[in-house]
């Protein structure tokens, strides 16, 4: 490791508050501010960063967020897409607005429609009232379309023509109604891969990627891990036993070289971890569940022969069994969508019988 990243090291594990210097915060305002003690409610929004590779994706962000073009953030899971959108919009002459978080997955596709457009009084059985979609509730300020790539074909469509006209009609009316809305949206696949299998429409792909934030994996940003470890340090600290805590240098030296497959929401359920089992006041390896990684890293010996496809069944099936079938801890880990996971299980359950 670079030398002056060990120094960094050294710097941050001795002392928690080294970290304030460097946090990037946006709470509720038009601006973006450094704070020494950002507020409770602020922490978890913050961005906190010192590589130069996020410092150009910073201002790449706060110039996307003057204009009024649609913009796409790609990234792995994990790796800060929705935070960089809801800096987009604070940055923006909509931040007064509301700014409305979808996630796409999670959206039932019997309702999506509605649930996007909004719907009438008796629009489908069970309508006993009107309800307004998600692009009017985000009227003058910003909408996220979080997974954009889990919205099904039919549904592209139609969002096609919303991005287009700038109108939505709720499902049930024959009036369309006029909408200011400016779209974020993000997605951990490559659309492009997507457009080319017939999953994603090439209309709207183009139509979306108007302005590109191809957000970096946290392995290549090193230098920022010593710096994130001590802002989640700051901001669990509370649950452990002593209330303030230090990061033993083999502790962190360690954090810095794991590769982090789930990225920065891996690492802070880690530290999260850690600041609750953590004694003496100090973050150690003890606390790390190191085996337990360095068996992910480095257990390939009995893969070898398996087909790739073979090699993800097992993947998903052991995630599946340590969580006891839980799909969305599961997905979670895997750094995938539920819905995508459950595909996956169809699949396996049609060849295998496995339900």
């Known amino acids: 490791m670079l030398p002056e990243l060990n120094n960094r090291i050294d710097e941050l594990s001795a002392s928690s508050d080294a970290v304030s210097a460097f946090s990037v915060v946006f709470p509720g305002t ?21 590589s130069k590779i996020m410092s150009e994706f910073f201002e790449l962000a706060k110039l996307y967020a ?25 940055q923006s002459g909509r931040s007064e607005e509301r700014f409305v978080a979808v996630n796409c997955a999670a959206v039932s596709e019997s309702l999506i429609e509605s649930e996007f457009f909004g719907h009438e009084k008796g629009a489908f059985t069970g309508a006993s009232v ?39 009609q709720p499902v049930g009316s024959n009036v369309a109604r006029p909408i200011d809305v400016r779209i974020v949206a ?46 989640f340090v700051n901001l669990f600290q509370s649950e452990s036993r ?47 569940a190191k085996k337990n990684y360095l068996a992910k890293e480095n257990d390939v010996d009995g893969l070898a022969g398996l087909t790739l496809a073979e090699v993800e069944r097992r993947l998903i099936l052991s995630s599946l069994s340590k969580f006891q079938g839980n799909k969305r801890l599961a997905a979670e880990e895997l750094g995938v969508t539920a819905r995508t996971l459950s595909n996956k299980l169809k699949v396996y359950s049609e060849e295998c019988g496995i339900e």
């Not at 038009?30 to 010192?50: E, Y």
């Not at 990627?209 to 470890?229: F, K, M, Q």
Request: with cysteine.
């Open 30 to 50: 038009d601006s973006v501010k450094t704070s020494a003690a950002p507020n409770p409610a602020s922490r978890a929004r913050n961005i906190s960063f010192q």
């Open 66 to 90: 003057k204009s009024s073009a649609t913009v796409l953030v790609t990234g792995e899971s994990g790796s800060g897409k929705e935070l960089f959108s809801r800096l987009i919009h604070q």
């Open 130 to 168: 009107g309800r307004v979609g998600y692009f009017e509730q985000a009227q003058g300020g910003t909408i996220l379309l979080d997974e954009i790539s889990e919205i099904p074909l039919a549904m592209q469509a139609k969002l096609l023509r919303v991005i287009e006209e700038q109108e939505v």
């Open 242 to 288: 002593t209330g303030t805590l230090q990061v033993d240098k083999e502790a962190m030296q360690w954090m810095c070289d794991y590769h982090w497959p789930g990225n920065v929401r891996e690492l802070r359920n880690v530290i999260h971890r850690a600041c609750v089992i953590a004694v003496d006041g100090k973050i150690g390896m003890n606390c790390l």
């Open 186 to 231: 993000t997605t951990n696949r490559d659309l492009a891969v997507e457009v080319a299998e017939g999953r994603f429409r090439d209309d709207l792909f183009h139509r979306l990627n108007v302005l590109e934030l191809d957000l970096p994996p946290l392995r290549d940003r090193v230098s920022d891990i010593p710096l994130l470890v001590m802002h």
